[in-house]
């Protein structure tokens, strides 16, 4: 019945003559484009100051003490350790460059590396997890064989306030390929409210490297899922993915330089490499609700790059990116991101942009978008009058 | 009758002609506009167009099975902006282009690089009676036009660098190798077909393979001598492989020595670490020992072309079932 509807819609769509070219996306938006994500940008700076402030060397008073708090916390235990990391952490972003050194520095003691990334975690500033990020990210452009370190990075990160690390997180899920950091990344987002990092803790579940990983992921699943309040994980996943209808996750309530990160995001849709773009295409998609808002807002951008990608994330977030329908019911006018927009609308299950939709299978309209809008009409489920179909 | 009114008469008739021409005849066949919704439409005119193109990877840019397998059905959506993309004109030449919705089997079609945003056609000539409506427009033929696509992967940026791009007798740009006139007559239009690393005669045209003994051990070269990018250009997906073998001194007929990696051409995906890009730029050539004791003797060096970059079994690679000879070459003492 599915095809034969798909069919249908799509023969529908296919018809009307040649009334109209295949190039109508240049024409006129019957609304206002305007610079949506640099000012946003902009006044999130402006509110949160300058953030890279040149460092200064470090003193060799400084390394010293750095270098000997760390040995004690490295070699001491119960309050003597606790003292000594709460005196590293005392520092503050004075001894970050230090830190991050070490987490760096293959010829240092493993145990003092750790402890390192321990204390960046309980510094838990912008400039700590940054370090900590880095770390993480290396991965990506070389090889690394300490993957032992990036899970470290991961977990700490997770027990920082630093939400704007999230997205950066999600982007190291699609390079990352040790599994044991993939589970810390998925629980480190866990706490910060996303649970992007389920689908992959699933997969290490059911075809990880050694039983003890797969063992580990199918444990962090279901404790995530217990914590939560859900029957089982796929209980879990399945609200994740509808946007928490019952309200049992974490608010949602990005922090200003989370926004700024996800502002810088959404900017990057509109390079020309498609390296950065495929990257926020990973990322966004998999971003909580406030993210659909700010991609619905950029529906307006001037970009169109921006428009066109901002719709296609929303339809990779689906249900999540409700928030985000009445944007794309009027982002369905714009030539250049319309088609694309009545997949999201598709994909969001917004059966409320049905009329709007069946609008746009009017021969005046352009063929990719009366084709999208058919498959959209599919994908919803027609009304049970078909006659709309076929005008 | 008088010559006087003869020749009024005769003026008389000749204004009436002339008025009846000017009313009923049509000083040239203008044919009704054409707008275009299918690459198809273009064929009832441009048949041998058509044909080479479909004959075309361009034209297979969205069925190809390999294309398939690699973007998983395309459910990597990334993939689609390029494999079905909105016409060029529409986002500008230079830019990136965007993902269309319709039509998607037909790949990079007529329409992608042809039709403008007015919905006249992007041609070599200017003919407004024609039902297409073509315009000259000489951004065509431009590397700019392929870079959206192309450049992605730091192709037109290779063939800046080289020494085609100079203005000179020397220039060559993308459609002087991928899309040459046809017949070699600029009078018969260019070649649809867009060769490309497909065509294995380009390939070989690209690059020369020598060896020669120095130091008493074998030294092979490879130049990049044809391509006005790099050997092999694109990422992850195409790689040239350097294979030697000792040519047995033993009875007639003897089974030939199994083929030794030598070098590989190739620049990593980007999910894939630490492997260097080992592209062979423009005009550039490399030089590979063949080191140990069975390289002693004579040697038979090849050089070998994969579309796909992956070995079957890693570690035993076939080339000569798993990918294209580009050049052979037996090196004797």
Redesign the interface.
């Known amino acids: 019945v599915r095809v034969a509807r798909l069919t249908l819609a799509l023969a529908v ?1 296919g018809c009307g003559g ?6 109508p ?2 024409g006129a938006i019957p609304y206002e484009v305007r610079p949506v994500v640099a000012p946003a940008i902009a006044e999130l700076e402006r509110e949160l100051g300058r953030e890279d402030l040149a460092e200064a060397p470090a003193s060799a008073e400084l390394r010293e003490r750095v270098d000997g708090l760390l040995e004690t916390v490295s070699e001491s235990r119960d309050r003597l350790r606790l003292a000594a990391l709460e005196e590293l952490a005392g520092l503050g972003d004075a001894a970050v460059p230090l830190l991050a050194v070490k987490l760096s520095d293959v010829a240092a003691d493993a145990a003092l590396r750790r402890v390192a990334a321990e204390v960046l975690g309980a510094i838990d500033t912008p400039a700590s997890a940054r370090a900590l990020l880095t770390r993480l990210e290396r ?6 064989p300490e993957a032992w370190m990036r899970a470290t990075c991961a977990w700490q990160l997770g027990l920082t306030t630093q939400d704007w690390a999230v997205p950066r997180m999600i982007l190291c899920l699609k ?1 990352e390929t040790d599994h044991e950091t993939a589970l810390w990344l998925a629980e480190s987002l866990a706490r910060f409210g996303n649970f992007a990092g389920l689908e992959g803790a699933a997969v290490v579940e059911t075809s990880g490297a050694t039983p003890e990983v797969r063992a580990r992921a199918a444990e962090l699943r279901a404790r995530l899922a217990r914590e939560h309040g859900f029957a089982g994980p796929a209980e879990l996943a399945r609200a994740w993915a509808e946007g928490d209808p019952e309200a049992k996750l974490p608010p949602d309530e990005p922090s200003p330089r989370h926004r700024l990160e996800l502002w810088r995001t959404i900017a990057s849709l509109s390079e ?4 950065g ?2 990257d926020a ?1 990973f990322v966004l998609p998999r971003e909580r609700e406030s993210a659909a808002r700010m991609l619905g807002e950029s529906l307006r951008d001037e970009n ?2 921006v428009r ?1 990608h901002a719709a ?1 994330c929303l339809e ?1 977030m689906g249900p999540r990116g409700r928030p985000a329908i009445p944007a794309l019911i009027e982002a369905l006018d714009d030539p ?1 991101s319309g ?2 927009a ?2 999201a609308l598709a994909a969001l299950g917004a059966r409320e942009a049905i009329p709007t939709l069946s609008a746009c299978l009017a021969p005046s309209r352009s ?6 809008a058919a ?1 959209a009409l599919s994908d919803l489920g027609l009304p049970t009058d078909t006659d709309l179909l076929e005008r | 009758v008088s010559p006087l009114r003869a020749v009024a008469g005769l003026l008389v008739l000749g204004a009436a002609a002339w008025l009846l021409y000017a009313i009923f005849a049509t000083p040239e066949a203008i044919a009704e506009a054409r707008t275009f919704t299918s690459s198809r439409q273009c064929q009832e005119c441009h048949a041998q167009v058509f044909a080479e193109w479909e004959e075309s990877w361009h034209a297979q840019a969205w069925t190809d099975p390999e294309v398939r397998a690699l973007s998983n059905d395309f459910a990597n959506t990334d993939c689609i902006d390029c494999h079905a993309p909105r016409p060029v004109f529409e986002t500008g030449i230079g830019q990136r282009v965007l993902p269309r919705a319709a039509r998607r089997e037909e790949g990079v079609d007529c329409i992608a690089c042809h039709v403008l945003p007015d919905g006249r056609i992007a041609g070599t000539i200017e003919d407004p009676s024609a039902a297409c409506r073509p315009t000259e427009r000489r951004e065509l033929v431009a590397p700019e036009f392929c870079a959206p696509c192309h450049d992605q992967h730091g192709t037109v940026q290779q063939w800046r660098a080289s020494r085609f791009a100079e203005p000179g007798p020397g220039f060559k740009d993308c459609v002087a190798c991928h899309m040459p006139p046809r017949d070699g007559d600029p009078r018969k239009g260019s070649d649809h077909r867009m060769h490309g690393g497909h065509d294995l005669e380009l390939v070989r045209s690209a690059v020369e393979l020598r060896g020669a003994r120095e130091g008493g051990r074998w030294v092979v070269e490879v130049e990049n001598v044809g391509a006005g990018h790099n050997f092999p250009t694109d990422e992850r997906s195409r790689a040239a492989d350097l294979f030697w073998r000792p040519i047995a001194g033993g009875a007639e007929g003897a089974a030939p020595a199994a083929w030794r990696h030598l070098y590989r051409f190739r620049s990593p995906y980007r999910y894939e670490v630490g492997i260097e890009d080992t592209e062979l730029p423009a005009g550039e050539t490399v030089r590979v020992p063949i080191d140990g004791e069975e390289a002693a003797g004579a040697v038979e060096v090849a050089l070998f072309y994969k579309l796909s970059p992956y070995w079957k079994d890693p570690e035993h690679p076939d080339p000569e079932r798993e990918a294209a000879l580009v050049h052979r070459l037996r090196l004797e003492p």
């Open positions: 769509a040649e009334a109209e070219h295949a190039a996306a240049t991965a990506r452009t070389d090889v690394d390079y020309w490499q498609l390296r773009v495929d295409r169109r790059y066109v296609q990779r250049a088609p694309t009545a997949a063929l990719d978008l009366r084709v999208a498959r």
